[in-house]
């Protein structure tokens, strides 16, 4: 077996083309999707203070996680603001703003708002070092380090019904296309073992004092693992280089992967026990993987879904699964008790979905 899987490992690193192809094209979908909502509203910014002291301002409305705020000259920010290119423009003046507006919106009232607080708390720093005879620096210095480490911390909880519905415009295209270009790059793994018995190599193998289930275990374990290491680094990619928290429960998602994964491994044996040639599968795997894909909420939540024949074919589909450990976990902060239903069924899927695959294969003439 261990030689069956340095053989493999050899043979990825003459080829990993399609592991990097598919991971690449993933990682660029998933990113692409799922950023288009998530920039900052832009709001274009002019004053008539210093420089020092528009930096200072500029510097401190820069902490919003909604809007970028970017320093322009007068004109271009009446320009864009007459044009419609943004909905508002800001004034910085000395203790107060201009806000300015074509037409108000919901986001117009939420620029004010924040604003007003960025000024209302640069006068509370100025009235505590105006009554504590301490240069404004230091008193700026001390607050923020204050607000940075409270002496009292709160925790704020919100009150949730069981049926409610929480969609993460954010990590929706992340997990959807990270499990669904999983199954390229599992299924055409264990088709080797098809187009190996087809040429011979199974023969000459089965000379040796190899056994026949240590050659499927080999090249199993080797299409499990690749699998796993490409949904794990498209994960990783995403949380060291992008930022992206999971909300705190990273760890958890690659421990979920592994029932997916393990799934599709089966699935995919079940798949090359069906088929009789090249040309049969690679008509076929796409049509499975996009089916599962739309069906099982990768491509967009089934939470949105109503047709009753669809949600019904859904329980059918590891990908369904798949999405809901990861949306449970991370999205609704389920524990992994919480997930065992989702966990067992992918398990049950995987060890039915094996035995009848592996069965076809040595039943089938090659």
């Not at 990113?31 to 004053?47: C, E, H, L, M, R």
């Not at 240069?135 to 480490?149: C, D, R, S």
């Not at 019904?161 to 055409?188: R, W």
């Not at 040309?279 to 879904?305: K, T």
Request: charged share 20%; aromatic share 12%.
């Amino acid at each position: 077996m261990m030689s069956i899987l340095a053989a493999k490992i050899r043979l990825f690193i003459r080829k990993p083309w399609m592991f990097v192809i598919t991971s690449i094209i993933c990682i660029f979908i998933a990113f692409i999707i799922g950023t288009a909502n998530q920039d900052k509203i832009k709001v274009p910014v002019y004053s008539s203070l210093s420089k020092h002291e528009t930096n200072e301002l500029l510097h401190s409305l820069q902490h919003s996680d909604l809007f970028a705020f970017q320093l322009m000259n007068q004109e271009k920010v009446r320009t864009l603001v007459s044009e419609g290119k943004v909905e508002a423009g800001v004034k910085l003046k000395k203790d107060d703003f201009d806000l300015i507006v074509s037409s108000q919106t919901a986001n117009t009232s939420l620029i004010r708002q924040y604003v007003q607080k960025v000024y209302r708390e640069k006068k509370q720093t100025e009235k505590i070092a105006e009554h504590s005879n301490a240069p404004l620096e230091e008193v700026a210095k001390v607050v923020n380090n204050a607000t940075a480490n409270p002496v009292f911390t709160l925790e704020k909880k919100s009150f949730r019904g069981k049926k409610a519905i929480i969609i993460d415009s954010q990590l929706q295209p992340i997990f959807g296309f990270s499990l669904f270009f999983v199954i390229y790059t599992i299924a055409f793994n264990v088709f080797q073992i098809l187009k190996e018995k087809r040429e011979g190599i199974w023969d000459r193998m089965i000379l040796s004092p190899l056994k026949k289930w240590e050659m499927y275990i080999g090249n199993l374990i080797y299409s499990f693992v690749v699998g796993y290491i490409q949904v794990a680094l498209i994960f990783t990619v995403f949380h060291f280089g992008m930022d992206i928290d999971f909300h705190g429960r990273f760890a958890e998602m690659l421990l979920l992967l592994v029932p997916y994964v393990f799934a599709i491994v089966a699935l995919s044996i079940f798949i090359v026990g069906l088929v009789k040639n090249e040309q049969q599968f690679n008509a076929i795997i796409p049509l499975i993987s996009v089916s599962m894909a739309m069906i099982g909420g990768a491509y967009w939540p089934l939470e949105i879904v109503s047709s009753k024949v669809l949600l019904t074919l859904s329980k059918f589909v590891p990908v369904t699964y798949g999405m809901e450990m990861l949306k449970g976990a991370a999205i609704y902060g389920n524990s992994l008790n919480d997930l065992l239903y989702p966990i067992s069924i992918l398990f049950f899927m995987g060890v039915v979905l094996m035995g009848i695959g592996i069965n076809l294969v040595e039943r089938r003439n090659v």
